[in-house]
Each structure stands twice: as C-alpha cells, then as structure tokens.
C-alpha cells in the first residue's frame, strides 16, 4: 500500500467513491465460511488504550464495546499480541508541538502528510495504560509503537514512514504464524494501516469488524475499509470464528 493510498484513506475519497468497493466488499471481502482459528493464529489487540476509550484526551466513539467482544475472542487464540501507543510528551503528531495549528489539520513531515492529534497516550501517563477491563492472561507480547519523538505509528509492524520496522512481522514469523486477527482501535488509522501491512509482511489477515471502531475523519472509515479489501484483508465478525 502506497503512501499516497494512505493519505487518501485518511481524508476520505468522497462518498461516490466508495459506492462501488463497499458494494463489492459485501461480495468478495467478507468471508463466506467459518473461520478456523488453530496454533498458527495470532490476535492483535490494538491499542485499546484509556486515552481512546470515553473520558479520554482521543476518545473514539463506542470505543468501550470493542472490550468485551475482545474478551471473549481472545479465549480462542493461544497466540495474543496487544499493541500500546507510547509518544513522548512533545511528539511530532501532536497539534500543541505546532503553533498555530490545531487538532485534526494535516501537515506535510519527511515520511509524508500527518494527521494532528490532540495530545494522547504520552509515555508513563495514565492516559497511555491499556484498559483495566482487557483481561488476556496469556498475551505474550505488547509492541509499543509511536516512541520516535519526530515520527508517528499507526501500524504494529512499520513506524509511519512505511519502512522502519517494529520487529512484529519477524517475531511471528519465527515462531511460525502465519494469519493474523486484527480488532481494537480505531478501525480506519491503527486497525487498518496493522491489517494492511500485515498483509503486505505476508501473512493472510482479518480484520473483526464487532471487535473494532473507528473513528471516522472525513470519509476515512469507508476509505480505510476499500484500502484493507483492495490490501486483501479480509472483513469478518466475532461469530465467523469457528
């Protein structure tokens, strides 16, 4: 995926657009049958985090019923990964780091265009905790993403500038998993650019669509969700798992 595709993602393409790739996402990019979950699965939990459920500085609407629903999936998999946004407190992503701008405009960086963001999930804060209602006793690893002071990370497996890696995509691969499950938040930044470049690494990829909620700048959940079909991702529900 192209960061151009990416930027188009994110501000949306226009609802004409993306008539005709929801449509035939009903078609090819939900799954017909069961879905098997076995030893060679992973779930990524993304950044279910205080700072994006409600009350939080970056708070996504609905955010809070992804929790149960990831719960209860999470019994399925022997394999959890979770993700965490950890910025430094002056990161570059932040619309207070740049005068005269304010959350939600768009700039152009070294790795290309930047969302602004008021300031969310900075490092230590509690803001930046993973919910007290995850319960996933047996996730092995948290991947923290964002921690460049001068780049931004919506994907648990390349920073921003689509190149740097978090080291996830080698992690599973040397154990020997092969499809990633991919839910948390929010669908059309964290969720959507981790399903594509999951895809991108190689590996076949779901999205859970009940296990997921976006955000929706613009158009951008439409979009991201023509961008994951177009990625091959393919959309699924909770109870698609067999």
Known sequence: MTGLNRREMVWGLGSACFAGSVLSMTKAGLAADAVKVDDKSVLI???????????????????????????????????????????????????????????????????????????????GTAGADISKDISIPQAELVIRKGFHKDMDSYSAFFEADHDTPTGLAGYLKQRGLDTVFVTGLATDFCVAWTAMDARRSGFTTYVIEDAARGIDLQGSLAAAWAAMEKAGVKRIKSDDLA
């Open 45 to 123: 939990v993304v950044d279910v985090q205080n700072c994006f459920l409600p009350g939080g500085s970056l708070a996504v609407k609905d955010g809070e019923q992804v929790i149960p629903v990831i719960n209860s999936l999470a019994k399925k998999f022997a394999n959890v990964v979770m993700t965490q946004d950890w910025h430094t407190p002056d990161h570059v992503s932040f619309a207070s780091a740049h005068p005269d701008k304010k959350p939600f405009d768009l700039i152009k960086l070294r790795y290309g265009d930047q969302v602004l963001w008021p300031d969310h999930c900075v490092q």
